[in-house]
């Protein structure tokens, strides 16, 4: 295969608390290639949004990382990010509400985003912005409007063609349609499977969502306390989970299905532990039903580099 | 009390120094306060204590004519300053807690109820609410003091004064407690407990009392320490314009207005003492009142 | 709405406080002698002729007399006025641009030394009333150093209906520490306020979308953040500059600054309602005049309030 | 006779300016219609669910149903009597505030969050004077606690010591406690994270069998629909498009905005599905 355009190398990110050093993220590693939609899922506070802060180098005190190295292009980028972040990596957020300036034109916040990485003139820009526009699908005739009056999914919209406006050979989606209405999530998620395809962008899409990983991703990395559940492409995950907390997640996902009525959801007993309490061993040991002896006293590595657990020792 | 000894914000107060300090100084200037008369040397209430000819003896100089000591020296009556000043401390703070009071008990109900019920009475006491702000309190607590003089029969003046006093800067308080808890008021009603308690049938003053007072009560707090170093600004200025407590029973901002009339002659220490001690007083609240809204308030941690 | 009010109020204050009849006659006049004269002032009339004459009369600058000193009011009140704006306007000045800089300041460098300085000298500046203030400014430049005259407002120039201080030397030298006085509350209130806002402006998702498109910190502290703080910090502006009329009084009083503050404090000392009242309507009509130069601001500022307010929306 | 009849309801929103304003611009009213001769009936211990996205009107609907707002026009009958109708007693609103409690969203919000987890519960007990003897509302404390999965322990807990999933089972125990014929779920479980959701789920199924509820569900995620609801509305604008016992619902969806809905909802099931037929 192909170098890896981003490297996540046993990348940890901690914070202090009183005395105690908490993990959000512990000994993380992960790879992506270009024109790949990576998803990253879990449940809230199993480390996905700090990932993708930590690439961007969006980690403000009181977290900081603490170990582990990030690789983009084959060059370190976790202690300097000023050049790479924004003309390399964009971000989307959850919220298109409060990610645009709502005192600028879109059409402003565009051509300044352009001029900040190209060297072109305004009137270029300015053209430069409008094709973006159409790209995403806003009638690049309303260049000049203010934020307030787009719909929700259009901020959305204008949000990805602000991140595309440097070229960026990896976009971050932080939980990009978690905000919207089911028919325009549909929407943007097909936007994005786009891009991914026609301008070969990196795609990292985090959500808590198994049905829109199921529909968007061509991999998936599965998070837990933290850490790596499991890896790999997104249909043998989905069709095969190995680790336990993947076959969970999957089987007590409600879906779309004529007969589901008459069937209970397969639950997991319990919930994912806080910061500071997480147990020694495996993290997911509590909840787990094949846990033995050696989950609860040994944190189980990668095994065929997909999933961590001891079950898939062999 | 156990509880409150684990809590986190009891652990953030052991581990802020500037809040332990402002509040061990507030602590020990109530307790000088309050124990005046065991503390202070002499009582400067009482005239037959005077000597004129102690007056203006420097602090910790002995005086020409009697040869008597004073830690802070004298005025010009021959008051012992550091007397003076502790029970002047005592107007100050008991006029301090009691407008406060004034204005939190009015400023909670107000808001409670306007938040609460809406319609013409919330309009009309925020009508109200923004029009007083416009004015500054220290000018409305003025104006309240001069009709409260026009109304008042002259000779009730004198010993109204500190009610008077008192009723000027606690009406003059009430609207930031009113905004605040019209505010809270109106993000909790929208909640679904309050939805849940309606449909379980309870009435409007229980939902208000036992639901939503608990719960907006904790900006109240700040508001009220800091609106205390207000209300004790407030009289010291009142009473330094000459428009507040009596001179005979001088507060720390009439000391003030007497020590301004002797700094040209140089004596500076009737200035001085009561202007520090006004200072750590306004400062100590000031910064515990500070730390209390930082730490209450986790949007900005 | 708001001028009607306060006319109101003033009204009440000066129908039904302290007595007119008797301030003026004494308590020693005859029936027919306060009967005359209640015909004289027109308080036989129903309460809400005696309201709009009141209105009527305040429109066209009629105040009545003084009781002191039987002079017309308002004749008194213009002769203090140009006192009162020169000393509110050079303090008001004085605060903004300080107030905004180091506002803006201490929150860009948070947690230096510098910041962490004007931090806690503005905290004290909070805890010093404004009198202590000039008093001690007195002491330490009239006193000890003989640098700055104490009171008065120096030698002044009549131009027409206006004297005006700013003309001569000592005008200016006597202008200076009652503006510092003044301005130096303002200024902290001004300074903590903008600071605030900026350092909540700077969490929103819009400024980390600015920075992971890697734009400068520049574009983001003046194309972003600034526009967003304007308009609480115009509001809060607004309100002080009124404050600043009001709280001469008691600058004032300290520096015996013959303005219209200190009037009003001999009025209260002597009950001299006509005065009391028409300083309030005084006061009232520039809080108007400055809420409707801060609507104004508003709407150059926002284009959200602008849309609406063409749409007739509130 | 259906258990619940809601008939033709609608409610209108008055978001015009103030008349002398209106005058002023020579506008007219500006009336917002959130819900539109919407109709419907639930059996009783059926679980009906109402699936719209935003703006919809499916929580205003929910709100007329539990009797917190009235309807602008049509009406609502609950065990043939009508709910805004003209028996005015206090004690025949009271009985039927008992029937019918509310599970809402936000796990946050839904608790006061300065009561112990015990007198939460024990509010609508004492309020529609069930029990009146202390040892007994304890006991009946502690059952209620037990039947969503807590324990005794917890009632002098504070609602911040628990996790979303846990609240949630509290806000149910604190419905069941007015010991209600009805429960209205709005939004129940968007909040949680997905392994809990599945356990407060089966949870409400469990107590509707055992306590033979009537749910109204309103939701805007199609798939926790499918496993909690035997018939569905689709609503939108403020219409009812479409009604379906849910099986034929997803099998053959007839109007084509149903049909938009549930091809753009995410769905596991494109790989779950593909298994089972291999």
Redesign the interface.
């Known amino acids: 295969m192909a170098n890896p355009l981003l490297e996540i190398d046993q990348l940890s990110v901690s914070l202090q608390k009183r005395k105690q050093t908490l993990k959000a993220v512990d000994n993380l590693s992960l790879k992506i290639y270009s024109g790949e939609i990576l998803g990253l899922v879990g449940e809230s506070g199993a480390g996905k949004s700090m990932t993708g802060s930590a690439i961007?180098g969006?980690i403000d005190p009181p977290l900081f990382i603490s170990s582990g190295k990030i690789i983009f292009e084959g060059e370190r980028i976790d202690q300097n990010t000023?050049?790479i972040?924004?003309?390399k990596?964009?971000?989307i957020?959850q919220?298109p509400l409060?990610?645009?300036?709502?005192?600028?034109?879109i059409g402003d916040q565009l051509v300044?985003?352009i001029i900040?990485?190209f060297d072109v003139s305004k009137t270029q820009a300015f053209e430069r912005a409008k094709s973006l526009l159409e790209e995403v699908g806003i009638d690049p005739s309303r260049i000049n409007a203010?934020p307030?009056?787009f719909s929700g999914g259009m901020r959305q919209r204008v949000?990805i063609a602000?991140?595309l406006?440097?070229e960026p050979a990896l976009i971050i989606a932080d939980e990009p349609t978690t905000a919207l209405d089911v028919s325009v999530q549909a929407q943007i998620l097909d936007l994005l499977k786009k891009l991914a395809k026609e301008r070969g962008t990196a795609i990292i899409l985090i959500t808590h969502d198994m049905g829109v990983i199921a529909e968007t991703t061509d991999r998936v990395a599965v998070l837990y306390s933290g850490r790596l559940a499991e890896i790999g492409k997104t249909a043998d995950v989905l069709k095969d989970p190995k680790h336990p907390y993947t076959k969970g997640l999957v089987a007590s996902t409600p879906r779309i299905d004529a007969n589901s009525l008459l069937e209970k959801l397969f639950q997991i007993p319990g919930a994912m532990p806080d910061l500071d309490n997480i147990p020694e061993g495996c993290p997911f040991h509590p909840r787990c039903d094949f846990a033995d002896a050696q989950c609860r006293k040994e944190q189980p590595p990668l095994f065929q580099n997909r999933s961590a657990c001891w079950l898939s020792k062999d | 009390m156990n509880r409150f000894m684990q809590s986190d914000f009891f652990y953030h107060f052991r581990n802020t120094p500037v809040a332990m300090i402002s509040f061990a100084v507030f602590t020990c200037i109530i307790l000088a306060a309050v124990f005046a008369n065991i503390i202070a040397p002499y009582n400067p209430f009482d005239p037959a204590s005077l000597n004129l000819m102690n007056g203006f003896t420097p602090p910790m100089q002995a005086n020409d004519f009697t040869g008597e000591v004073f830690l802070m020296g004298t005025d010009d009556q021959g008051r012992d300053l550091f007397s003076t000043i502790l029970y002047g401390l005592r107007i100050s703070l008991f006029v301090g807690v009691m407008a406060v009071a004034l204005a939190m008990v009015l400023g909670v109900l107000l808001g409670l109820i306007a938040g609460f019920l809406g319609g013409w009475f919330d309009v009309l006491i925020m009508r109200f609410a923004?029009?007083q702000?416009?004015?500054?309190s220290?000018?409305v607590a003025?104006?309240i003091?001069?009709?409260a003089?026009?109304?008042l029969p002259p000779d009730l003046r004198y010993e109204m004064s500190i009610t008077v006093l008192i009723i000027s800067i606690g009406l003059s308080e009430w609207v930031p407690f009113a905004r605040t808890v019209r505010g809270s008021t109106l993000v909790e009603k929208e909640k679904e407990y309050i939805i849940v308690a309606k449909m379980i049938g309870l009435n409007k003053w229980q939902i208000m009392i036992r639901h939503i007072l608990p719960n907006v009560l904790s900006p109240v707090l700040v508001i009220a320490t800091i609106t205390f170093?207000l209300a004790i600004?407030a009289e010291?200025?009142l009473s330094?314009?000459?428009?507040g407590v009596p001179t005979t029973k001088p507060s720390l901002?009439t000391l003030?207005r007497i020590?301004?009339d002797f700094?040209?002659s140089g004596e500076?220490w009737i200035?001085l003492f009561p202007?520090i001690t006004?200072?750590a007083l306004?400062?100590s609240?000031?910064?515990f009142g500070?730390w209390l809204r930082d730490t209450l308030n986790p949007k900005?941690k | 709405m708001?001028l009607l009010?306060?006319a109101f109020i003033s009204f009440l204050?000066f129908r039904f406080?302290?007595n007119p009849v008797e301030s003026l006659l004494g308590q020693e006049a005859t029936v027919a002698q306060r009967a005359a004269l209640e015909e004289a002032l027109g308080l036989n009339e129903p309460i809400y002729v005696q309201y709009a004459k009141f209105v009527w009369r305040a429109l066209q600058f009629d105040f009545g007399n003084s009781y002191r000193g039987a002079l017309p009011v308002a004749e008194l009140i213009a002769t203090r006025l140009p006192a009162t704006l020169e000393l509110a306007l050079t303090s008001a000045t004085f605060a903004v641009i300080f107030g905004v800089i180091t506002g803006i300041y201490t929150a860009i460098h948070r947690g230096s030394f510098l910041t962490n300085l004007i931090l806690s000298t503005s905290?004290?500046g909070?805890?010093?009333?404004?009198?202590?203030i000039g008093?001690?400014l007195?002491?330490l430049f009239s006193?000890e150093l003989n640098w700055l005259p104490s009171f008065g407002r120096g030698d002044v120039v009549d131009l027409g209906w206006w004297s005006t201080g700013f003309l001569t030397l000592s005008g200016l030298k006597s202008l200076i520490l009652p503006s510092i006085t003044l301005g130096l509350y303002q200024m902290t209130l001004i300074m903590r306020l903008t600071r605030a806002e900026m350092?909540e402006v700077l969490q929103?998702?819009?400024i980390?979308?600015?920075?992971?498109?890697?734009?400068?910190n520049r574009?983001i502290y003046f194309?972003?953040a600034l526009?967003?703080i304007l308009i609480p910090v115009i509001t809060i502006t607004g309100?002080q500059l009124?404050?600043v009329i009001?709280?001469a009084?008691?600058t004032e009083?300290?520096f015996q600054w013959p303005g219209v503050g200190l009037l009003?404090?001999n009025?209260?000392?002597f009950?001299d309602?006509p005065v009391?009242s028409a300083y309030?309507l005084l006061?009232?009509f520039a809080?108007v005049v400055i809420?409707l130069v801060v609507d104004l601001l508003y709407l150059l500022?926002?284009?959200?309030l602008r849309?609406s307010q063409m749409r007739?929306?509130? | 006779m259906s258990y619940v009849i809601a008939n033709q309801l609608t409610r209108h929103y008055d978001l015009s300016?103030p008349w002398i304003?209106r005058q002023i611009?020579r506008?007219p009213k500006n009336i917002l219609t959130a819900v539109n001769h919407v109709s419907f009936s639930i059996e009783k211990g059926e679980a009906y669910a109402l699936v719209g996205e935003s703006g919809s009107g499916k929580s205003t609907i929910a709100k007329m149903v539990s009797g917190l707002l009235k309807p602008s026009a049509g009406s609502i009958h609950i065990d043939g009597h009508d709910l805004n109708g003209p028996i005015l007693d206090g004690k025949a609103t009271h009985s039927m505030r008992q029937r019918i409690q509310m599970v809402f969203q936000s796990p946050y919000a839904s608790l006061n969050p300065r009561w112990k987890i015990g007198n939460i519960i024990l509010e609508p007990i004492k309020s529609f004077r069930l029990i009146a003897d202390e040892k007994q509302q304890h006991k009946r404390v502690a059952e209620l606690l037990d039947q969503v999965g807590l324990s005794e322990r917890d009632v002098s807990k504070y609602p911040h010591e628990f996790s979303g999933g846990q609240r949630q089972r509290i806000s149910i125990a604190r419905a069941l406690a007015s010991q209600p014929e009805i429960i209205i779920c709005d939004e129940p479980t968007s909040a949680l994270d997905v392994s809990v959701q599945a356990q407060v789920l089966n949870l409400l199924k469990d107590l509707q069998k055992e306590f033979s509820l009537t749910y109204l569900f309103i939701s805007h995620d199609l798939a926790v629909i499918s496993t909690m609801a035997n018939k569905i509305g689709v609503l939108k604008d403020g219409k009812l498009v479409e009604e379906a016992d849910s099986a034929e619902l997803f099998a053959n969806p007839k109007h084509e905005y149903t049909k938009m809905l549930l091809s753009a909802a995410p769905n596991i099931g494109v790989y779950v599905h593909s298994e089972r037929k291999s």
């Open positions: 961007l969006l000023k050049n972040r924004g003309s990596i964009s971000m957020f919220d409060v990610s645009l300036n709502p005192l600028r034109r300044e985003t900040t990485h203010y307030h009056t949000v602000l991140a406006a440097p | 923004d029009i702000m416009t004015f500054p220290i000018l003025m104006l003091y001069g009709v003089k026009g109304v170093a600004i010291a200025t330094f314009l000459g428009v901002g003030i020590g301004q700094l040209f500076w200035l202007a006004l200072l306004a400062l609240i000031n910064l500070d900005l | 708001v009010f306060v204050i406080v302290g905290l004290i909070v805890s010093l009333p404004t009198f202590l008093v001690l007195i002491w006193v350092l929103q998702d819009f980390r979308l600015a920075k992971s498109l890697g734009q400068s574009q194309f972003h526009p967003n309100l009124g404050s009001a709280f009084i008691i009083t300290v009003f404090i009025a209260v000392y009950v309602i009391m309030l006061v009232g809080f809420n500022i926002d284009p959200r849309d007739g929306e509130n | 300016d304003i611009n506008r």
